[in-house]
Structures are given as structure tokens and as C-alpha cells.
């Protein structure tokens, strides 16, 4: 998405994409807000079961249909529908059938947990795989290298809850010195201290389980900068290769490595699922797993929609920094 | 979508530019570096899916049984991979479950490759408008986290093994849309297809005599590499309680009971089975490495699964 523009006209040019990326985001919401419906209208689970539990069998037809009536589903799927939208337009999402709570309460109270453990996990992946991708692209096809492709290659293929197992039981039964569930220790209050020493396994397993897909990506991306010509003119003018690889070579590959990174959002929130599970944090990717086993129908479209929107606004915040970061947008103005 | 590569390719995997550093590989012991990622990955994939079938086969029926005077156990003789909390043996259930596993993906990989060459053939065939809303509905797909989709399926049909295979495959299809489509889009302009239109050859036909037989080899290899995607996704699936019916002794069933396990220090009820895990995973890469290099290099991002 490189664009060549004058500068003055970059502010023009980041209005005009980010317009276009909304007019597409519309109607991708409003297709993935209908699947999801069809799917749990078609679904042959009936959510007034999950709503009793085991008192289905001892309630009266009265009691059900009084339940029903209230949940809303005494009506046409349609309407329903009609209802569920009406309420995402005026801010009402609903009533979470597994946490009891308004699906806003929800989404507000786990929000942040999320977003602190997907950036420093997303800061823990890039800085990781930068330095990575630099040892191996500039000893390209030595033992560094050919250590980090194999190594890249295996990581990707583990899942990250290996990793978080593996993770467990070296730090915390082998060597136990890091906590490995929850927020803060049982009972304790919320304090940085706590938050701290309670995120550093789940932030490292997130940020490892992203990092091959990353380094091998910036390694060939690299490799591919470091043949250019301005890198071979930096060569023959005799500066040192530190000065050629990181001042050079490094800025060309990182505008790829920017699209990557905002591309990539869909597996950080595979990979905050998953690690949210296994290290018990109470955030928003947890929760999707918790609505999806109880069949929490509102508080799981809610979330699918959140995923969605912050997927095409990662995509889109990458393009924006790639439009204002390419050097050669302000050197032709 | 696609840019071609049109520079001239060397066959060292080195820079033209640049001085050469030591340990670098030149000439045909490079070629032969890449066609022995081939062996060793189609080598590896084979050998791996033997082991699944035929280990649990010549070590009986015993992969559930329970010995309770045998839990837990370190590797040994016997129990070549330990055993779990029951006493069952880790290696005779790792590879059934891996079994499992790969026949869970593959079905996944054929549904993936068939709707994806329908779809990327029909847009690529059709064109023009058509082929532009088609295209938007696969970033559509794209735009939702492919196990978010999964989870969506499989918690409103749950419990059933069909659930897991339609919502990995539904999900994953789209890689092979985009690349059936640009290869039908550049078979379209070869002059065998201009000649068969000449012949007066109707459209259906060209597509069936002469695009879709074109195609089949690209698809077929997305179909590969979609495999250790979908063993992902069902380990993933199964590992959350969302996947296989926990009877089913998967991978990801296997890892979600060895959880307990490894806060009590039994390390290898994780490590054998991950270890099976990764090897597909990296026989697999072997062989799409191989084909990165062989064809067009700047696919790569397109192909990287």
C-alpha cells in the first residue's frame, strides 16, 4: 500500500483511505453480524435449555414459555433479529446468560486486562523477532541462521498452548519462581506489583508463539533489502556493516514488516484465547471461550463482531503507518 | 494480486550484490539443499502417517486401557513415551491420536481445496464485477479471526466431529481461492486456452477440459499445506473442550488432559505428543519450501499458511 504522493497531500491521502476502509468495513460487520445469526438460528441448540439447566425437566410449560418470553425468543427468528440489531444500534447488547451480567459489564470489565497482555506480548514478539531476523539475515546461511529458520519453522507449528504448558513447567514446577494463574495472587488486591510478577509467562508465551511467523518473515523481507542498490552503495562507500544493516537495510524491510504486523491481528487474538485459557486471565479472549461452552449466544456474536472490528483496524492502523512512514512519500514533496 | 518475480533468478539463495560470507552454500549443493527438503518432507509426512496407522494397529487394541498400578510412569522400556494419569501408555495413544488428528485435517485440507477452487475458478473465469464482490466476501471471511469462526460453529453444533471438520474448513479456504484465482487468471491469457476458444470450444468446456486440469497441481499442494493448519485449529478446537468428543484420544484432547499432569511434573504426557505435533508441522514446511523456491518467490506471502 504504498502510495507516492507529495507531502502535502499525505494528510489527504490517509483521509481518503481511511474513509474507503470504513465504507468496506460496513458491510464485512453487517455479513458476519447475519452468519453469526443464521448460524445459532439454524443451530439445533435451543438456548432455554442452558437457561434452566437441569431444572428443564422439573419446570412447568408455563414457566418455560414465561422464559422464554422474557429472553425473547417467543418470537420469529427475524424479529429477533430485528431486536438484536436495534439493541447493537443503541448500545444494548444484551444479557450474558453465562455471566449473568449485561454483555457491556462484560466486555468493559475484561477490555483492559486483554489489551495490556496482547500489547506487551505483541512488544515482547517484535522486539524478539527484529533482533532475531537481523542475526539471521546478516549471517545468512550460517549456523545462526539456518539455528533460527528450524527453530522458526518448529514454533510455528506449536500451538501456543505447548508452549504455555512447556512454559509452566519449567517457571513454575522445575523451577518454581513465576505465579502461572490469574491476576494477582489468591485474595490479593489489584496492584501493579501483582499485575506485574502475574504477566510475565502469559506475555512471553503470547509474544513467543507470535514471533516465528514474524521473524521469518522479516529475515526474508531482509535478505531482500540487504540486495538492493542503496545497501550495496552504503557497502561501497565503506561504512561499517552495522551502519549498513541497521541504518540501511533494516528501515526498507521494516515497511513490510508494519503490514505483516497489522495483518497478523487475527492470530494475536487466536493466540490471546488460547494463552488467556491455560494462565486462567480474566480477559476478553477467556470469555469467548466460556460463552462458546455455555452457548452464551449474546456475549459470543458481541465478541465476534469486537474481533472483526479490531481486525480491520489493525490492517487498517498498519497501512496508515506504512502511508506515513515511507520515506519516499516526503521526499517527493 | 500476484506480482511476478520477472528478475532473473540465480540459483544460490545468495545475494548477487554484497560479498559472500563463509559457510555459504554455492551452485548445485544449494539445488540439492532444497530437493532434499522435498525428500525429507514428503519422507517424514509418509512415515509419520504410517507410524499413525500402523503403531496402535501392531500394538493392539490397549491404547484406552487402564492400569492403574502403572500411573504416571517416567519413560521406560515398556512405555517408550511414559504413561498418563490412568496408566494408559502415551506412545500407543499419542500416535492414534495423531491419527486422528491427520484424518480430522485431511477431510478439513479436501473440503478447504474444493470450495476454494470453485470459488477462486469462478472468480477468476468470470471476472469483472463478479469476480471483485467475490473477492471482498473472501477478505470478508478473512476479517474474523479463523478460530473466533471456529468457535462460533462448533459451540452451536457441538459434540459433533462434523462440527469440527465443517468449521476448519470453512474457514480455511480462502488461501486456496486466492491461489487457484490468480492461476486462472494468467492460464486465461496462454495461448492453448485462445486456441481452444478459437476451436470454438464453449466456455464450460475450456474451464473443464483445459483451466481446471491446469490447476489441479497448485491446489492440490495449498491442500498440503492447509494440513498442519487444520491439525492446529482441531488441536486448538480440542484443547478448549470445544473440539473432538473427549473419547476420541486427538492430540488436542491428549494435551488438554495432560494439563493436570504437568503441574505434577509429568513432562512427557506434553512433550511426546507436541513432538509428533511439530514433526508434521515441519515435514510439511519442508515441502513447502521446497515448492517457495521452485516456483515463484514472491508467492510467499500468499502461501505462508
Partial sequence: ???????????????????????????????????????????????????????????SGADIANARAQLGLDVPVWEQFERWVGGLLSGDLGQSLSFRQPVAT????????????????????????????????????????????ALGHTLEGLPPFVL????????AVAWPVLPVAGLTDAGAPVSFDQVA??????????????????????????????????????????????????????????????TV????????????????????????AAAIVT????VDFPLLAALTLLTTVAVLAGALIADVAVLLLDPRVSADG | MVELDTRPRSDSPWRS????RPGSVRGTRSLWRGRARLVWGVGGLVALTLAAVLIPWIGGLDEGVI??????????????????????DVALRAFKGLGISLLVAASCAVIATVIGTLFGAASGLLGGWIDRVLMRFVDGVNAVPHLMLGIVIVALYRGSVLAVIASIGLTHWTTVARVVRSEVLSLRERPFVDAAVSGGASRWRVLRRHLLPAVVPPAVLSAVLILPHAVWHETALSFLGLGLPPHLASIGNILAEGRQAVLLGSWWIVVFPSALLAATTLAVAGIAAWWRDRTLPRRRSELAL
Fill in chain 1, 1 to 59: 500500500m504504498t502510495v507516492l504522493a507529495p507531502a502535502r497531500h499525505r494528510g489527504r491521502e490517509v483521509a481518503k483511505l481511511v474513509a474507503w476502509r470504513l465504507l468496506v468495513a460496513v458491510p464485512v460487520v453487517v455479513l458476519v453480524a447475519i452468519a453469526v445469526f443464521v448460524l445459532a438460528a439454524v443451530s439445533p441448540f435451543d438456548p432455554i435449555y442452558q437457561y434452566f439447566g437441569a431444572g428443564i425437566f422439573s419446570a
Fill in chain 1, 106 to 149: 462484560v466486555i468493559a470489565q475484561r477490555l483492559p486486562w486483554t489489551l495490556l497482555l496482547v500489547s506487551v506480548g505483541l512488544l515482547v514478539s517484535v522486539v524478539l523477532s527484529l533482533t532475531a531476523a537481523v542475526v539471521a539475515a546478516w549471517r545468512q546461511g550460517g549456523w545462526v541462521d539456518r539455528a533460527i529458520t
Fill in chain 1, 164 to 171: 504455555a504448558l512447556a512454559a509452566i513447567a519449567v517457571f
Fill in chain 1, 197 to 258: 510478577r502475574h504477566i510475565v509467562l502469559p506475555a512471553m508465551v503470547l509474544g513467543l508463539s507470535q514471533t516465528p511467523w514474524l521473524v521469518l518473515h522479516a529475515r526474508s523481507s531482509l535478505i531482500s533489502a540487504l540486495d538492493e542498490d542503496h545497501v550495496l552503495g552504503a557497502r561501497a562507500r565503506g561504512l561499517p556493516e552495522r551502519v549498513v544493516v541497521l541504518r540501511h537495510a533494516l528501515p526498507t524491510a521494516l515497511l513490510p514488516f508494519v
Fill in chain 1, 261 to 284: 504486523l497489522g495483518n497478523r491481528l487475527p492470530e494475536l487474538v487466536t493466540g490471546a484465547v488460547l494463552v488467556e485459557t491455560v494462565f486462567s486471565w480474566p480477559g476478553i
Fill in chain 1, 291 to 294: 460463552a462458546a461452552l455455555a
Fill in chain 2, 17 to 20: 550484490a554484497g560479498r559472500r
Fill in chain 2, 67 to 88: 492400569d492403574y498400578t502403572a500411573v504416571r510412569q517416567p519413560p521406560s522400556l515398556a512405555h517408550p513415551f511414559g504413561t498418563d494419569g490412568v496408566g494408559r
